[in-house]
């Protein structure tokens, strides 16, 4: 019930849905070591929430990105799985685009980065 309570407050389509998930994810309920509250909560917000995944400031992706980079050494593979939200930056207007590319970059150029994580960021990249 709380994978559920937490997958919908992440896909709430408004303003105020980044910081509220920034504050669950620091929740008691939360946990980086849980697979399934983490793709709840970061996977429903990238996956489900594509107005505030996709916000014009970049910080959707940013905080994906983040959580992405603290958690690919411990469980990669759920790492890899928030990462493929990025799959379709290049259909994204221009300001949004280029804001998924800078992200997708930074993530690519972290030292230490999974095979899992690295093989979905060059996937995203290919093509260049």
Do not use: C
Not at 20 to 28: C, E, M, T
Not at 66 to 73: G, H, N, P, R
Not at 79 to 108: C, D, K, Q, Y
């Amino acid at each position: 019930m709380i994978d559920k309570w937490l997958a919908l407050q992440a896909t709430i389509p408004e303003s105020t849905t980044l910081e509220r998930v920034r504050g669950l994810a620091k929740h008691s309920v939360f946990s980086l070591a849980n697979p399934n509250r983490v793709r709840a909560l970061i996977g429903s917000f990238a996956q489900g929430n594509q107005t505030q995944f996709n916000r014009v400031d970049g910080e959707g992706y940013a905080f994906v990105a983040d959580t992405v980079l603290t958690l690919q050494a411990k469980n990669p593979q759920v790492a890899a799985r928030l990462m493929t939200a990025f799959r379709s930056w290049r259909a994204l207007e221009p300001v949004r685009r280029a804001n998924a590319e800078a992200t997708l970059r930074r993530v690519a150029g972290f030292t230490g980065l999974s095979r899992d994580v690295k093989d979905i960021v060059d996937r995203s990249l290919a093509g260049d």
